[in-house]
C-alpha cells in the first residue's frame, strides 16, 4: 500500500520560507500515470490546492501561489519538497501531500497533514 507522510517544521516566522518534505513509501514517485499534490486547508476554510509534479519531474503550480512556490523531488529517497517563500500569517494552515491520478483532480492517497503556524 502507498503511504504518505509530511514532515517539516510546525512553526514559522512571517517572511522566511516554509519548507516542508513528502515521504512516500509503497510507491515509486516516478510511476507513469500519477502526480503528487500539495494541498493545504487554512483554519475554518476549504482544501487550496498549491501544485504538483509528475512522475516525470514536471511541475505545476495554483495561479494565485506560483510566485512563491517551489516542488522538487529526490528520486532516490522518494521525498517530494515544498518550499513557499515570503510566508505571512494568512498561510497558516494543515498542508497535505496527496496522490494524484493523471488527466483527472483526484487523489487516492493522501499524508495526515501537518499543522503550520506563521507567528512572530
Known amino acids: 500500500q502507498v503511504q504518505l507522510q509530511e514532515s517539516g517544521p510546525g512553526l514559522v516566522k512571517p517572511s522566511q520560507t516554509l519548507s516542508l518534505t513528502c515521504t512516500v513509501s509503497g510507491g515509486s514517485i516516478t510511476t507513469d500515470n500519477y502526480y503528487w499534490s500539495w494541498i493545504r486547508q487554512p483554519p475554518g476554510k476549504g482544501l487550496e490546492w498549491m501544485g504538483a509534479i509528475q512522475y516525470s519531474g514536471g511541475t505545476y503550480y495554483n495561479p494565485s501561489l506560483k510566485s512563491r512556490t517551489s516542488i522538487s523531488r529526490d528520486t532516490s529517497k522518494n521525498h517530494i519538497t515544498l518550499q513557499l517563500s515570503s510566508v505571512t500569517p494568512e498561510d497558516t494552515a494543515v498542508y497535505y501531500c496527496?496522490?494524484?491520478?493523471?488527466?483527472?483532480?483526484?487523489?487516492?492517497?493522501w499524508g495526515q497533514g501537518t499543522q503550520v503556524t506563521v507567528s512572530s
Open positions: 496527496a496522490r494524484g491520478i493523471i488527466y483527472s483532480d483526484y487523489h487516492d492517497y
